[in-house]
Every structure is written in C-alpha cells, then in structure tokens.
C-alpha cells in the first residue's frame, strides 16, 4: 500500500510527552508520531526502539543520567530499557519512529505526573 498523509489534517492527542498526532495507525511492525513537546513524564519502554528526529526546534533529552542538547536535524535512538524524557526549550518538534510499534502496556513511568 502506498500513501501520503498530511501531518495538519490530522487532530491533535494529549499524550505524555505533548501534544501528538499519530500517523500509520494501523501498523504494527512500526509507529510514527508527530509530537510537540510540552511536560514530557520521564518514562522507558521494555520492547520498543524510540528514534526521536528533530523537525523543528531545540531542547534537551535526557538519557537514563545524562542531559544532551538537541536541535533540527538530530537523531536520537533510545534502546529499550533507557529511561528517557525531552524538554521543549525552543518549539521542539519531534518525530518519532518505534520499532515495533508501541503498545500502550509497554509505557513505564519512572515517577507520577
């Protein structure tokens, strides 16, 4: 199957790490979601690889200890098992790709909202 979707005519989810749009709903090898980041929960996942490209945008991600700076144009790949969490600095935009395709049972939150 082929398609192309346009990232505005999609509404809008709250998600835990901002607003998201999903794209590619039906797939379960991989999930792709648009997201602006806002009062990212620090959270890990025990089977999904995250890849966050950075469309637009700076910020900082934070990886299990350590803070690295992020900007368009980076790519971060976060393994299994890595606690992580983004922080918008400057209208961070992400899009982020999960291989497999995340399940909501393989969300771990590393403290409460």
Known sequence: MTRIIDVKDLNYDEGHC??????????????FVYLEVDKAREHYHKI?????????????????DKVHEICQGNLVEISPNTRHKAFDENGLEIL??????????????????
């Open 48 to 64: 999904t690889t995250e890849f966050y490209f950075v469309i637009n945008g700076s910020g900082k991600v934070k990886l299990d």
């Open 96 to 113: 982020v790709v999960m291989v497999p395709a995340l399940e909501p049972t393989d969300n771990y939150f590393v403290s409460d909202p």
């Open 18 to 31: 901002g607003k998201i749009k999903k794209l590619f709903e039906d797939r379960k090898d991989v999930s």
